[in-house]
């Protein structure tokens, strides 16, 4: 009987074993690796972690850091300032220089387009045109006016805010600078070019009579009897009263009514509509805002009384809670002997 071939070769030769398959970059290696490492146990070096802190950098002495200071400076070994070639810095200065000076253009070109747009005269968007306020003189401290009929000096501050407030409406500059109106309606200059100066009426300082310093250059005060002006605020194009005039009352808001007497005012209590509408300061140079004189003329003397003047027409706010000034004006007033 003639042997298997299994036989054979077991008797004849040793047997190959089946080939291996060889992994590329050592893949089998590291798998070979990977599975002694699972059943491997943990070193006591491996669990020793002060190997691993970070250790403390050594402290350098002064000198040692002025010199390294000195060499990132200047290094004369690689030609280099802080740390930088000279060509390196150029191309800095270049890129920053070409940056800021896009910029610089962009905002000029910016700007020149702004200034292009808009008109020096009059606002290019007004969609909303606040009630116009009150102002008053002599500009007071505290709103209060306070005097001794008889005391110059409590007095004197009071006469000298009334000077300096009524030196533009004297006559004379008056006659010079501004025209006398005698209509009674707006004074529309809208047909004129944008650029051309607007034409103003006159308001002169004798109109306001015994109010107006020229006679009487204590106001009333050394009598007992003082004035003030009130003065309604300027709003570009506004046209107060919706073409009827605007009137001004003033009467006790705390104390005693009777303490309050009785009121004049000069020219008369009310704003005269051919003084507007407002052109602004380049269009209406030699402009005078319209002035209402009121002079307490029998006020109770030792009485400290608030006084409250108002705006009063249509399109007017004169009770704001929140802007004291938006159509009136408060004040304390108390005159002694």
Same mark, same amino acid.
């Given at each position: 009987?003639? !042997?298997?071939? /299994?036989?054979? %070769?077991? *008797? ?16 089998? #290696?590291?798998?070979?690796?990977? @599975?002694?490492? *699972? ?27 002025? =010199?390294?200071?000195?060499?990132? &400076? ?49 606002? /290019? ?12 003189? !002599?500009? &007071? ?22 000077? *300096? ?63 003030? #002006? ?12 919706? %073409?009827? !005039? ?11 009514? @009777?303490?309050?007497? *009785?009121?004049?005012?000069? !020219? ?11 052109? %602004?300061? #380049?269009?209406? =140079? ?7 004189? =009121? ?7 030792? /009485? ?21 000034? &938006?159509?009136? =004006?408060?004040?304390? &007033?108390?005159?002694?002997?």
């Amino acid at each position: 009987m003639e !042997p298997s071939p /299994t036989e054979g %070769g077991a *008797e004849g030769r040793p047997v190959k074993p089946p080939p291996k398959v060889i992994l590329k970059h050592g893949q089998e #290696l590291e798998e070979e690796q990977e @599975e002694l490492a *699972e059943h491997r146990p943990l070193e006591q070096e491996d669990l020793n972690f002060e190997r691993w802190k970070r250790r403390p950098i050594p402290r350098r002495t002064l000198h040692q850091k002025i =010199v390294d200071l000195k060499k990132y &400076l200047w290094n004369a070994e690689t030609n280099e300032f802080m740390g930088r070639s000279g060509k390196s810095w150029s191309l800095i200065l270049l890129f920053y220089s070409a940056l800021y000076v896009f910029l610089a253009a962009m905002f000029g070109g910016c700007l020149f387009c702004l200034m292009w747009s808009i008109s020096p005269y009059h606002p /290019t968007y007004n969609d909303r045109v606040m009630p116009p306020g009150m102002t008053m003189a !002599p500009h &007071l401290e505290g709103h209060e006016i306070s005097f001794n009929a008889s005391d110059r000096k409590s007095w004197r501050k009071y006469a000298r805010s009334m000077d *300096e407030h009524l030196r533009p409406y004297n006559d004379v500059a008056q006659d010079r600078k501004n025209v006398r109106c005698s209509q009674e309606s707006y004074f529309m200059q809208d047909d004129l070019e944008e650029s051309a100066e607007r034409k103003a009426c006159q308001f002169k300082r004798s109109w306001l009579g015994e109010c107006s310093g020229m006679k009487d250059h204590a106001y009333g005060f050394s009598q007992g009897r003082p004035c003030i #002006l009130l003065r309604m605020n300027r709003i570009l194009g506004y046209l107060p009263g919706q %073409g009827k !005039p605007i009137n001004i009352t003033c009467g006790v808001k705390k104390g005693p009514p @009777e303490a309050l007497g *009785e009121l004049q005012f000069f !020219p008369k209590s009310s704003f005269d509509m051919k003084y507007y509408p407002y052109y %602004g300061k #380049l269009r209406h =140079v030699n402009y005078s805002s319209p002035v209402v004189a =009121v002079r307490f003329a029998s006020i109770q003397y030792g /009485t400290h009384i608030q006084v409250q003047c108002k705006l009063n027409g249509k399109g007017i706010i004169n009770d704001s809670p929140t802007d004291r000034y &938006l159509g009136s =004006v408060t004040f304390s &007033l108390e005159v002694g002997a």
